[in-house]
């Protein structure tokens, strides 16, 4: 009994070290999932959203936290956390400046941040958070079926998926758009349909970013348009793609520096 135990015992460390390897994500890491929303639209997808975060932390060896309340944002508390999701919030999700400083000062230090299709329209009046999430929500065409091409397959987020992906979502345009950013993936916007099309940006032809990364402030950021549907959540592709991105914004997961935090208010 006692060898079978420690067969056993070496068997669960050796598939934990390999999904290590895989994902780079090590055991008993934290992920702090946010979900809350301000006066506005609140997407139907958030109850599917915060499952398919749960689920993918016991498959992978990371624990989730989920909040929906502001005053989780203490440097105390953040300090927890290897990623931080926005997940599908929207509007204004902070009561107070010192909320927001604490978020910062967790992202200068090195923190991670994820944000996931409506993220993209949270602190629209407030120009750090736009820059950290890359830019800020303008308008979306009529939810539809329509392809996007991934034109960066080399991250995590992009690798498993085919180079044309046929999404039904909300074709989502932004705008204050980070220059730094990478873009990942492009809505091809001439399988969209709209009566407004004609009034849609066109900064990039038939092309629009539609998830991307960078490295900002000396912490890193992965957004995705897509996610609208609640259904989406548990799209093993789907689910790929959010998970890449926190792996992304995990990073090599190094212990968060706040003497490199510079921020003492919002703005």
């Not at 407030?126 to 960066?152: K, M, S």
């Amino acid at each position: 009994m006692v060898k079978r135990g420690i067969q056993t015992s070496l068997l669960i460390l050796i598939s934990f070290l390999l999904l290590s390897c895989k994902t780079g994500i090590r055991k008993e890491q934290r992920v702090l999932v946010y979900t809350k929303n301000g006066e506005g639209y609140v997407h139907d997808n958030i109850e599917n959203n915060v499952k398919a975060m749960k689920e993918l932390g016991d498959e992978n060896g990371f624990i989730v936290d989920v909040s929906d309340s502001p005053e989780s944002f203490t440097e105390e508390n953040l300090t927890k956390y290897s990623c931080i999701v926005f997940a599908n919030t929207n509007n204004d999700v902070f009561d107070t400046d010192e909320q927001k400083v604490a978020f910062m000062r967790y992202i200068q230090a090195g923190g991670g941040f994820v944000g996931i299709h409506s993220a993209c329209g949270t602190e629209r009046n407030w120009p750090w958070f736009i820059r950290l999430v890359g830019g800020t929500f303008v308008v979306h065409a009529a939810y539809q079926e329509f392809a996007v091409n991934i034109i960066d397959h080399n991250h995590p987020s992009t690798r498993d998926l085919p180079d044309r992906w046929i999404r039904e979502d909300e074709c989502y345009f932004v705008k204050q758009m980070n220059p730094a950013i990478h873009v990942l993936i492009t809505h091809d916007l001439s399988t969209i349909e709209d009566d407004r099309k004609d009034s849609f940006p066109d900064l990039f032809g038939n092309d629009f970013p539609g998830a991307w990364y960078h490295e900002f402030e000396g912490g890193r950021s992965w957004y995705t348009s897509y996610g609208h549907n609640p259904d989406d959540y548990d799209d093993p592709l789907f689910r790929g793609h959010l998970l890449g991105g926190i792996i992304y914004a995990i990073g090599e997961n190094r212990e968060l520096d706040y003497a490199k935090a510079t921020a003492t208010t919002p703005w």
